[in-house]
């Protein structure tokens, strides 16, 4: 069953760039699909982006849209979000999850989670 290891979060300030990792330690993500989700303090966790890793489809939340990129790697077995323009709002932990039911947009309907990566944006 494959796990997943996110990493690349860090602080930094509000224009500033992030590209955060999510790789399978275990198995592929063949026939998945992977989303990032982010939990603020205080409020409950949502789908920032995801992608088919077969067909390559992807989904972005609205606010997000033309500021983040998620794309895959198939040697690497790695999913990566590039976040730019970041703002304060962007400020949460970062969970890569991995679900074998499509593009969701539901965490429940996600399987494997990683441990999260913190991303702190000030300004």
């Known amino acids: 069953q494959v796990q997943v290891i996110e990493s690349g979060g860090g602080v930094v300030q509000a224009g500033d760039s992030l590209r955060l990792s999510c790789a399978a330690s275990r198995g592929i993500f063949y026939n998945l699909a992977v989303g990032w989700f982010r939990q603020a303090p205080g409020k409950e966790r949502e789908l920032v982006s995801s992608?088919?890793?077969?067909?390559?489809?992807?989904y972005y939340r609205d606010s997000v849209k033309a500021r983040f990129t998620i794309s895959r790697d198939n040697v690497k077995a790695t999913v990566y979000l590039q976040m730019n323009s970041l703002i304060p709002g962007d400020t949460a932990v970062y969970y890569c999850?991995?679900?074998?039911?499509?593009?969701?947009?539901?965490?429940?309907?996600?399987?494997?989670w990683g441990q999260g990566t913190r991303v702190t944006v000030s300004s």
């Open positions: 992608i088919n890793w077969n067909t390559g489809t992807t």
């Open positions: 999850a991995s679900t074998c039911q499509g593009l969701q947009s539901v965490p429940n309907k996600y399987a494997i």
